[in-house]
């Protein structure tokens, strides 16, 4: 018999050498799963390959963590978002694998960052929502906390982004042209999801009515699940992904008839549910799309965790106390009544019973104050797709308002303000109000959005129950935001403080009594200066700008939008320009902008502002006048893995939202944890990372929530902030002029003319300071003894951010799930 080939060996071969055994395990997969040799395999193959192998690893993990007894209870968490970007580095690190995975590859003449940089980023999320799920699901893992995430397995998830000339222009996003290692196809795991149709009655005896919904449309959710393996191999959990797919693939009759493409033209409206995340809502199309996919994902998962909990403990009355649902934003709100349609309907509950259950398994965590983000949607539309759970909403309103009278509160004001109906506009489903009500426990993600939580869009209804909303501020994982991206950083960490750094984010804080130590800071800066000077690298080549490494690193990374206010960074970025130009002789601090972050696609306002930006930093790198003082820079297809590579780098985090409008913010902390001030406003979690890392590291201006209500009650509040602010006034007409658009003087205008006739979000109110404190800042990097201390106090101090933090809050006080 000839020999078999060196790389054709088991996949489960054991040496008693873990490098050696991975080695072969990867040669295995490459050869009976990928179907190639070493000799023509691409960095994609070997990614797979390495994937693969890892993945058994995880599955044995996995194996162990499913033999042991029936939880007592699971958490399901519900998102349309888990922006889980790259797994291969989460996978080796919590498995303790990453050196011997270089080694192993490095035996077969791979290196470990081609195979990294070879696996697309799984763009399933738009920002921190999606990506607060992400870590979540890692901490619980990490924590052993039972737990299923469900979302939606889109084919093309966010767009790619490119820009053209500054202008955003948007691609598919192709993460599964070659499809994906780490998950599991069920095709075991399938349900039928309804809409249209119509509702029929029947009587059972007694009086008692059933109503059946008939669906005039029914579609197939398929589970696809991607296991989520904790912090050193303790437990791993899994992220189950619907995807749509018909009930018939073809309609054979049609196509034999010559009708080729209509043939398969329901097939492709069904699958579109599963094709995009966040499709474009400016048509009724785009709106009916988006709210199928939210009953879709969340029917199926409801069905899905229904069912596992009748073949564990038989009767559904005890859901509560062995499920905890967690619906992460207003999206899949429609749990309410589709949980209660599964037990009416399905399960023979009465309305009180099901009404019981359905309350007292369900949490809600709001994530926005933005009325135009608290979704509502037009009743026509649910009518007509939801036409059951319309009927249910109508009934829990009535029910609702009924108690209402019942209290004393019967003025017409107050039952429109907690009504589930809102009329004002056309009659429209409150989903942020159906939440409320469905929920046994309602959460801001930081103390700032709580309170305001319960003293703006849920008043009322917090009045009707003080006790229902709680806060838990959000966290980020740092095996992922700390381990993984900053590996430099984490070595330095271990070494002072010692190993129990990778196990307790607690121990970070032992790193304080080290930020004057000029040792330490010389360490902790020439680590920066090495990830900067990668980073300058990876600008260079997806821009074209060449950056100084030793320049102050001005970073803003977040999606575009108005209330986060990269438009006033843009404009004060002019103001600095303009001040360098008067003074070319002065000192000028060297500083270096860079932005990041995609604008919807129908957000004409978000896309003009990345253009404008594109346009400065034309203007401003292109002049002699400004060279080695000021740099722009705008990194398009901003992703997990882009943010992995800036973050580290990152010497100022801008984090400048308008105050009471950004709920809490993740990147401040990821940034802050990696040792970047923070130039802020105290809103969102701001004000809670100044507490921790304390007033002296951090850089705060304008005005606070309480200020910016106030100063919106003022009568032409623009126009006097642009008239006693001449630095202002100059910016505002060099854009708005033509200045940085001489091929079109009037491109611009847009944005000027709304700054100073609305300015919704105070940009113009709050400019004078920002720029006060911007010059603070390049005065802080003159003195690097007392910026690296503040760096290093910032690393140490943010230990409290940490989502197992988050994870063990929502354990115990909401979920009520023992952590061990």
Known sequence: MPKAPAWATPARAVSGDPVIDLREAILAKLAYVVGKTPDIARERDWFAATALALRDRIVDACMASNSEAIPNKRVYYLSLEFLIGRLLSDAMNNLGLVETTRAALADLGISLDTVEGAEPDAALGNGGLGRLAACFMESMASLSIPAIGYGIRYDHGLFRQSLEDGWQKEAPETWLAEGNPWEFARPDATYTIGFGGHVTMSSIGEGVIRRHWQPAETV????????????????????????????????????????????????????????????????????????????????????????????????????????????????????????????????????????????????????????????????????????????????????????????????????????????????????????????????????????LMRSTVFKDLHALDTDKIVNKT???????????????????????????????????????????????????????????????????????????????????????????????????????????????????????????????????????????????????????????????????????????????????????????????????????????????????????????????????????????????TEVNYPAKAIAASPRLAAALDLIGSGGFSPDDRSRFRPLVDDLRHNDRYLLTVDFDDYWRVQREIDAAWGDPKAWWKSAILNTSRMAWFSSDRSMREYAEEIWRVKVA
Not at 672 to 697: C, F, K, P, S, Y
């Open 220 to 451: 197939r959710a398929v589970a696809h699940d991607v296991p989520v393996v904790g912090w050193r191999g303790c437990h791993v959990n899994t992220l189950r992904l619907w995807k749509a797919e018909a009930e018939s693939p073809i309609d054979l009759g049609r196509f034999n008839g010559g009708d080729h493409v209509g043939a398969v033209s329901d097939r492709s409206r069904v699958e579109a549910i599963s094709r995009v995340l966040y499709p474009s809502d400016s048509s009724d199309s785009g709106q009916e799309l988006r709210l199928r996919q939210e009953y879709f994902f969340t029917s199926a998962s409801l069905q899905d965790l229904v069912r596992r909990h009748v073949a564990e403990r038989g009767d559904l009355r005890s859901l509560p106390d062995h499920a905890a649902i967690q619906l992460n934003d207003t999206h899949p709100a429609i749990a309410v009544p589709e949980l209660m349609r599964l037990l009416l309907e399905d399960h023979g509950f009465t309305w009180e019973d099901a009404w019981h259950v359905t309350t007292n398994t369900l949490g809600y965590t709001n994530h926005t104050l933005l009325p135009e983000a608290l979704e509502t949607w037009p009743v026509g539309l649910m009518e007509r797709l939801l036409p059951r759970h319309m009927q249910i909403i109508y009934l829990i309103n009535w029910m609702h308002l009924e108690e209402q009278g019942k209290h004393g509160h019967s003025d017409a004001a107050h039952l429109a303000s907690v009504s589930l109906i809102e009329e004002t506009h056309g009659k429209r489903v409150r989903m942020g109000h159906l939440a409320f009500l469905g929920a046994r426990r309602v959460n801001g993600v930081s103390a700032l959005h709580t309170d």
């Open 474 to 712: 959000n966290g980020i994982t740092f095996r992922r935001w700390l381990h993984n991206a900053n590996p430099e950083l984490t070595k330095l960490a271990v070494e002072i403080v010692g190993e129990r750094v990778l196990d307790d984010p607690s121990a970070l804080m032992d790193l304080a009594g080290h930020a004057e130590d000029s040792t330490f800071q010389s360490r902790y800066a020439a680590m920066r200066l090495a990830r900067k000077e990668a980073l300058a690298r990876v600008v260079a080549d997806r821009t074209g700008i060449v950056i100084d490494p030793t320049a102050l690193f001005d970073v803003q990374i977040k999606r575009i939008h108005e209330y986060k206010r990269q438009l006033l960074n843009v404009i004060e970025t002019v103001a600095l320009y303009q001040a360098i130009k008067a003074e070319p002789n002065r000192d000028w601090t060297p500083r270096v902008k860079m932005f990041g972050g995609k604008a919807a696609p129908s957000y004409v306002q978000a896309k003009l502002i990345i253009k404008l930006a594109c346009d400065v930093a034309k203007v401003v790198n292109d002049d002699p006048d400004v060279a080695g003082r000021l740099k722009v820079a705008f990194l398009p297809n901003y992703s997990v893995s882009l943010a992995e590579a800036i973050i580290p780098a990152a010497d100022l985090s801008e984090q400048i939202s308008t105050a009471g409008m950004e709920a809490s913010g993740t990147g401040n902390m990821k940034l802050a944890l990696n040792g970047a001030l923070t130039i802020g406003t105290l809103d969102g979690a701001n004000i809670e990372i100044r507490d921790h890392v304390g007033a002296d590291n951090i850089f705060i201006f304008g005005l606070d929530a309480a200020g910016v209500a106030e100063r919106m």
